[in-house]
């Protein structure tokens, strides 16, 4: 024998209703069973409406009857052959003349007592399960009509009643127990022991499946509904949500009482002490697998089934010294809020015992307050409790899942992911099943609290990364492409999905929470953006209070890299391009550490020196597994290597200078090559990264670029100017290469002496086999005495560096470089 129940959805239409038709009769040829129905969608509701408006004397109700009736009718007109039709009309017309009847005497009375709400709301099913059970009929099902309240007996609580099983579990027996045909069953309504009609709660339902499932020690109650099953977050708060294969009951239950909207919980009670399981599956697409929930949890990999969340509580914290180590002030807390009728969701206590904390429903708030401002009022005199303070607008978020109990490491990670979101943690607690984790959080997190707490569990599934880039000129566009050309193979193979939130440059800017495409930059921006204001812009992306948030740094402004702060301030992670934040004062580049630190975020620049290659990472896991730099040496410059590479004394030098501009190496001002500065920035960078104080003042750099081209006041100017000195760097080379050297602009750092300028080197030297833009940096080490780690490969350029940018994002983003899985 299997139950099967259909709600509202599944019963919402003709269309709906024939499908149901088709499964009923398919699951009745593989064996018994029994089905539960409930109302027509929506009818309950209009039944509840109608019911309040007749009490206030209002005959609008009459109107909605109609259309109930109507809307009754055409599905009989519609499922139901000719022949029965008018059999199955009439006795209609008698059920809504009865409902009639009593609405009426309601408008009359102007008296609406729970018992004639029971009364009226029950209509429903007993025209849903009436005109199912002809329908059945109809198409050749054997099926009967069964009225839940000849079976169900409840107390008189109208409203909410509650079963008396023994009595109910002896009469769905007698009645159902040998019976071969379909009893339609109208969910929901029940009796009391006189005959007057009580309801189970709304979801009531799944309840009256379970019960008789119960009693008929059925194999399996099905719950059909419009969804595939329980989802692991509720889908209108978090988008990337999934079906949960399998519950055990406690779990289901948990989520349920965490106001996951899975099955309306008092369900389960009758299955679990049977142990039948409780199938909820999709009545619009019956192949799915849905959600089974039964006595043995399986355990998933992630050990979380399941988030949810209490979206309105106020939290009430009791502090005071005078608390510590006196027994029975817990108890006396409760005393006072029971005796007020105060529901408490959640409790947590400080071990120390300084403070008690719990979370109650806005609307008790204040009756909590007062019963505890009143109970203890001598305590809050004598200062034994220093305050009892009350926090509204906060919500309960918990994570669920039987086999948290056995897996260390659980609330590690639940925490560590709202830390790195930025999200502010009211209150704690974590079940003593172990089966759970909730926290408090101000309501305006809540979104935020669920994705991440979503994501960080179900890693396995899609992860979106929220990027914010400004700056789209040379590197930021090829980034974009790069984002193009990559996010279908990150999405499919890595589960991760880049979305761009967040665009710039120096003109505009545009922030969408739904991302926009990679293509069609800077012109989109002109015409459709915001004039650029940094503040407004974090002040937006903020504002999207979104999970997994990054900015990217593809300018070379100091406006931007001064910013900073503010962006790691606001819990955003931070990739960078641009040295001028790391290359700044000292004190700076610390501030900015410190700050990723305090913030939980994480601040990336690998392509700060030697653009993609791996320079940066290389020295910081140096440095963490204990060497000791001792000296770095190298070429730090793409435009300058480019341009010492090929160089030969025959095309004019400036023409050569050019040409790194046209390629890319350069800066966006290539006279910040050709003076030094970028190389003296990068040797900056890399001694810090080693450990040492350095600030820019202490570098002796040397300018390449001519005396009169320096203060030339646009690009071309300074070519102009610069090719008047073409002959000067041709005297230099031929210089060099007279005696079989060659030139190289060289960073050294040792010892506090740190210089960059041009040398004469000779064929052995190890710099001097470099070719195009190639970098070369040689760290002296501890570990690496003999021979230095070297690091060694084409060191600018917009596509290396994109790649470099977007490695970083992928670290972020917690993409492990040889594994398709996610850890
Ligand atoms: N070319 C290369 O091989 C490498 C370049 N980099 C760095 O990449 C960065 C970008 O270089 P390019 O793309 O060549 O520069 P670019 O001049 O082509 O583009 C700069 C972008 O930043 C925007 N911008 C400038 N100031 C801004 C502000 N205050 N607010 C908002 N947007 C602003 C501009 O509108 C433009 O979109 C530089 O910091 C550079 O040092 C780093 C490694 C290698
Ligand atoms: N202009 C720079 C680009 C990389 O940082 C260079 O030439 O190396
Ligand atoms: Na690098």
């Not at 108890?331 to 979370?359: G, P, W, Y």
């Amino acid at each position: 024998m299997r139950i099967l129940k259909f709600g509202g959805t599944s019963v919402g239409s003709e269309d709906a209703i024939r499908k149901v038709l088709k499964l009923i009769s398919r699951k009745r040829e593989e064996g018994r069973i029994q089905v539960v129905v409930s109302a027509f969608r929506g009818v309950t509701n209009t039944l509840q409406q109608m019911v309040e408006e007749a009490s206030d004397g209002n005959q609008t109700y009459r109107d909605q009857l109609k259309a109930i009736e109507d809307r009754h009718i055409e599905i009989v007109r519609k499922l139901i052959g000719v022949k029965e039709q008018s059999t199955v009309l009439t006795e209609l017309k008698v059920l809504l003349n009865e409902l009639d009847d009593v609405l009426h005497g309601v408008s009359l009375t102007h008296e609406l007592t729970a018992r004639t709400r029971d009364f009226v709301l029950g209509f429903g099913e007993r025209l849903s399960a009436y005109i199912i059970s002809k329908a059945l009929k109809s198409s050749g099902v054997e099926a009967e009509y069964v009225d839940a309240r000849e079976m169900i007996v409840t107390n008189d609580d109208f409203g909410n009643a509650r079963v008396l099983i023994a009595k109910t579990y002896e009469n769905i027996r007698r009645r159902l127990g040998k019976s071969d045909t379909v009893g339609v069953i109208t969910g929901f309504i029940s009796s009391t022991e006189n005959g007057e009609t009580t309801t189970l709660g709304r979801g009531g339902s799944d309840y009256t499946a379970s019960l008789v499932g119960a009693a008929l020690n059925a194999e399996a109650i099905e719950i059909w509904t419009d969804v595939e099953g329980i989802m692991t977050a509720d889908p209108r708060k978090v988008g990337r949500h999934l079906p949960i294969g399998s519950l055990s009951y406690e779990e289901a239950m948990e989520l349920s009482h965490f106001g996951a909207e899975v099955i309306y919980p008092p369900t389960i009670h009758p299955a679990m002490e049977m142990a039948i399981p409780i199938y909820i599956k999709n009545t619009f697409k019956p192949g799915e697998k849905g959600t089974v929930i039964t006595k043995e949890a399986q355990i998933v990999k992630s050990s979380v089934k399941g988030i949810s969340s209490i979206d309105n509580v106020t939290l009430i914290t009791l502090k005071g010294s005078g608390m510590v180590g006196v027994s029975g002030f817990a108890a006396r807390i409760f005393t006072a809020l029971a005796d007020a009728k105060v529901n408490i969701i959640m409790i947590t206590q400080a071990s120390s015992e300084h403070t008690v904390c719990f979370a109650v429903l806005p609307d008790q708030a204040s009756r909590a307050m007062q019963a505890l401002g009143t109970h203890f009022r001598r305590e809050l005199e004598e200062g034994v409790i220093d305050e009892i303070k009350e926090e509204p607008n906060c919500s309960i978020v918990a994570a669920v899942g039987e086999g948290m109990k056995r897996t260390p490491g659980i609330s590690g990670r639940f925490f560590r992911s709202l830390g790195r979101n930025g999200i502010n943690v009211r209150a704690i607690a974590q079940g003593s099943s172990e089966r759970n984790i909730s926290v408090v959080v101000k309501n305006n997190d809540l979104a935020k609290t669920l994705n991440t707490i979503h994501d960080a569990f179900f890693l396995s599934e899609i992860k979106s990364v929220n990027l914010f880039l400004i700056g789209i000129g040379l590197i930021g566009s090829k980034l974009l492409e790069l984002f193009q050309r990559q996010a279908d193979l990150l999405y499919e193979k890595h589960n991760i999905e880049l979305k761009l939130c967040g665009i710039a440059n120096s003109r505009n800017y545009m922030i969408k929470e739904e991302g926009m495409p990679f293509t069609g930059w800077p012109d989109r921006l002109e015409s459709e953006g915001t004039p650029m204001s940094l503040n407004a812009f974090l002040e937006e992306a903020d504002e999207l209070n979104l999970p997994n948030s990054l900015f990217i740094d593809c300018t070379a402004s100091e406006e931007v890299s001064d910013f900073y702060p503010e962006v790691m301030k606001a819990n955003f992670s931070l990739v960078t391009a641009n040295k001028k934040a790391n290359s700044g004062p000292l004190k700076r580049y610390q501030e900015l550490q410190e700050l990723a630190l305090e913030y939980n975020v994480m601040y990336l620049y690998e392509t700060n020196v030697g653009a993609g290659l791996p320079v940066v990472k290389t020295l910081k896991e140096q440095v963490l597994a204990g060497d000791e730099i001792t000296r770095i040496e190298g070429v730090l410059s793409g435009t300058l290597s480019y341009i010492f590479n090929t160089y030969n004394g025959e095309i004019p030098f400036s023409e050569v200078v050019k040409g790194a501009l046209q390629k890319g190496y350069t800066e966006p001002d290539p006279r910040e090559d050709l003076n030094g500065m970028d190389v003296a920035r990068k040797l900056l960078i890399l001694a810090r990264e080693a450990g040492f104080e350095v600030e820019m003042s202490d570098l002796v750099i040397e300018n390449l670029v001519p005396e009169p081209a320096r203060e030339a006041d646009s690009i071309d100017s300074f070519f102009e100017k610069l090719a008047d000195f073409d002959d000067d760097f041709k005297k230099k080379y031929d210089e060099a290469a007279s005696k079989g050297h060659r030139l190289c602009y060289i960073a050294r750092y040792e010892k506090g002496e740190a210089t960059v300028g041009l040398e004469e080197i000779d064929a052995d030297h190890p710099f001097s086999g470099l070719s195009g833009s190639d970098n070369i940096i040689a760290f002296h080490t501890m570990h690496y005495r003999d021979t230095p780690l070297v690091v060694k490969g084409p060191g600018a350029g917009a596509e290396v560096t994109a790649g470099g940018i977007l490695a970083d994002i992928l670290r972020i983003s917690n993409v492990p470089a040889f594994s398709n899985k996610i850890v």
